[in-house]
């Protein structure tokens, strides 16, 4: 048996933070010290936030299914204020019964909590929840875009692509990287629209489209690319051209098909 299990609740919560902080790398390979760090999640009342934060930052270290009922306790305990990484930890045990708590905190003040709530609906991955994360693509805060693009992506599916390719269609934002990198995420079925794309007579529907394009990595879209690096000076509303957009796609294209066939090579 470890000492730990006094010692995270006694001391000074800096000795404490560094106890914790040992278990976190134990627990991989070591299932009582996993077990501590499990029952501060579990019995997380009888604990100090800050241990708890800090383990749910490393969710999937040790989160399992015993987990499940403190989680979604704690998904919805404004008291104890740790909403945003007890959704970390819902995400990290797949458990699907969080969702309704988490599309409630998708509206929350704290920025935290959205941000968190919003990240856990896409990895849990359900697709009923895609309009309610589809209208977060034209919140204020980029930040809020960015994840609502992610977490669309990540749920996949029809609805999802509809989301993200109204996006780039109607543009409501100058710049959508966010939504260019994630429509890229679809391929090989995507790629018929993304060239199609970036024929538009719309500039700037036309350099998210070759910046889409050079992020699937698919060897494909390459003398598409080659064409409008040597031949499309169009301008942009924040002076980018699709030349030099091109240009990047590519570069973006090579890494990522090195990349592939490095993790290929060592597998």
Known sequence: MYRWAVDLRSGSLEEREELLYELLDRAPDDVAAADEVRAVVRDYRDHHRSLYTRALNQADVFVDES??????????????????????????????????????????????????AIRALGRLGDAKVVPAIAPLLGDPQEYTRQHAADALAEIGGPEALEALWHELEHRRF????????????????????????????????????????????????????????????GATVFDGRVDVAAKKALRTLRRIQSAIAARSAAS
């Open 67 to 116: 987990l499940r009922g403190p989680l979604l306790a704690a998904l919805t305990d404004a008291r104890y204020n740790c909403q945003a990484w007890a959704a970390m930890g819902c995400a990290a045990g797949g458990f699907t019964e969080a969702v309704p708590a988490l599309l409630d905190l998708i509206e929350d003040p704290d920025w935290n909590v959205r941000e968190q």
């Open 174 to 233: 100058a710049r959508i990287g966010y939504v260019a990198s994630n429509l890229a995420r679809f391929a090989p079925s995507v790629l018929p629209r993304l060239e199609g794309a970036a024929t538009s007579p719309d500039p700037n529907q036309r350099y998210w489209a070759v910046i889409a394009l050079g992020s699937t990595g698919d060897e494909r879209v390459a003398p598409i690319l080659e064409r409008l690096m040597a031949t499309d000076q």
